[in-house]
C-alpha cells in the first residue's frame, strides 16, 4: 500500500475521534460520499437538501453544499430547523465524475427518506461507483 494510501487510512480512521469545535453547531442531519471504486472520498461534490410539503407533496430546498475534502458536507441543517417530515438528498454525480475525467451512468442521485423523530442524529452515506450506488440509514 503506498505511503499516500496510507495517509487518507490515518485521516479517515483519525477524523471520527476528532472534536468539533464549541462554537460550531453540530447538525442533526449528516453526509458522508465515498467513491467505492478508487477507495477515495467523493470530495467537491455539489448537493442539495430538500424537505417535501405534505400538503401539495412539492419539494422546497433546505439548503445547498459541496462536500469537502474527507466526501463531508458539514452544517446540512440546524437542530431548530430540522422537523419532522419527507427529505430528499440530491448529489451531483455526473459533474463529480467528470471532474475527475470519468464519466457516470447516473447523471445524480437522489436519497428520500422520512424523518419521524428530529430529535436523534441521522447519517446517510452514499458509496458510488460509476455503474452503481448504496446508501443506508447510520447515526
Known amino acids: 500500500m503506498s ?5 487518507q487510512l490515518k485521516g479517515h480512521i483519525l477524523a471520527d475521534y476528532k472534536v468539533a469545535p464549541m ?3 453540530v447538525s442533526p442531519l ?3 460520499v465515498l467513491n467505492i471504486s478508487l477507495g477515495v472520498p467523493g470530495s467537491n461534490m455539489a448537493l442539495s437538501l430538500h424537505r417535501q410539503d405534505p400538503s401539495s407533496d412539492t419539494w422546497s430546498l433546505v439548503t445547498n ?3 469537502n475534502h474527507d466526501g463531508r458536507c458539514p452544517g ?7 422537523i419532522a417530515g419527507v427529505y430528499k438528498l440530491r448529489y451531483e454525480t455526473q459533474q463529480y465524475w467528470e471532474s475527475i475525467g470519468e464519466t457516470s451512468f447516473y447523471p445524480y442521485v437522489e436519497i428520500v427518506f422520512t ?3 428530529p430529535g436523534q442524529k441521522y447519517h446517510i ?3 458510488m461507483s ?4 448504496s446508501t443506508y440509514r447510520g447515526s
Open 125 to 127: 452515506p452514499l458509496l
Open 130 to 133: 460509476r455503474f452503481s450506488y
Open 115 to 117: 424523518i419521524r423523530d
Open 30 to 32: 449528516s453526509t458522508h
Open 76 to 82: 446540512l441543517i440546524t437542530k431548530d430547523k430540522f
Open 65 to 67: 453544499g459541496i462536500t
Open 3 to 7: 505511503a499516500q494510501r496510507l495517509q
Open 23 to 25: 462554537a460550531e453547531p
